[in-house]
């Protein structure tokens, strides 16, 4: 049997709750399925599965579709100024 390691993770309340009462019905546990995950992210080098906003972006809220066009707008914003250091960031706010 392979040595295992004690781990702490933080998960919303309602999303394990869900997560672990799915799971029962499939016969795993949150750790068996944990496992799983992360033996899949070795064998594949990375999630292994596609990170993406759904098809039907009609899921999503007005506001939040309105805040992710303003983010994409900001983004193509050459004007914009970006930041790599968050301390000059602060230090350009406080002025």
């Known amino acids: 049997m392979a040595v295992t ?7 919303e309340e309602n999303t394990k709750k869900q997560a672990v009462e799915l799971l029962e019905g499939l ?3 949150l750790s068996d399925a944990v496992n ?9 080098r990375g ?3 596609e990170v993406a906003y759904p098809e039907d972006m009609r899921e999503f809220k007005p506001e939040v ?6 983010a ?6 050459s004007k914009v100024k970006g930041y ?7 230090e350009e706010l406080d002025s």
């Open 47 to 49: 999630i292994p599965f």
């Open 27 to 29: 016969g795993l546990n």
């Open 5 to 11: 390691t004690p781990t702490q993770i933080r998960i």
């Open 36 to 44: 799983m995950f992360l033996r899949q992210v070795i064998l594949r």
């Open 65 to 70: 579709m309105e805040a992710m066009e303003e």
């Open 84 to 90: 790599t250091d968050i301390d000059k960031l602060f």
């Open 72 to 77: 994409k707008r900001i983004s193509r914003d």
